[in-house]
């Protein structure tokens, strides 16, 4: 199985600091994690981001950063009717 060179999470220090001098790109994909209900809870948009910034680095050079998902607090373990009744108290 091959490496992806522009991985960070596969790199060696070395590896790392020879990508960085072909091109000192640095893809950091994070973003909102909107609820998706106990079935997938984080969703994958994170996920698709990622693997779009690894589609940028083959094209240009570069290295991508691991996933950071970012989320509000208690969100990941909110059952839909209770996500529902926090909406009552949002003024639009």
């Known amino acids: 199985m091959t490496r992806n060179m ?3 999470e596969e790199l060696t220090p070395y ?13 950091i994909a994070a973003g909102p ?4 209900e106990e079935c ?7 996920n698709k981001g990622y ?5 940028a680095a ?8 691991p996933m950071l998902p970012v989320a509000p607090d208690k969100l990941t373990y ?3 009717d209770e996500l529902m009744e926090s909406y009552k108290s949002v003024e639009f």
Request: hydrophobic content about 35%; some cysteine.
């Open 15 to 27: 590896e790392f600091d020879c990508e960085k001098e072909k091109a000192s790109i640095v893809y």
């Open 40 to 46: 997938a809870v984080l969703g994958f948009d994170t």
């Open 58 to 65: 083959e094209k240009t050079g570069g290295i991508v950063f």
């Open 78 to 80: 909110m059952t839909r």
């Open 33 to 36: 994690v909107e609820y998706h």
């Open 51 to 55: 693997h779009w910034c690894l589609q």
């Open 6 to 8: 522009h991985k960070y």
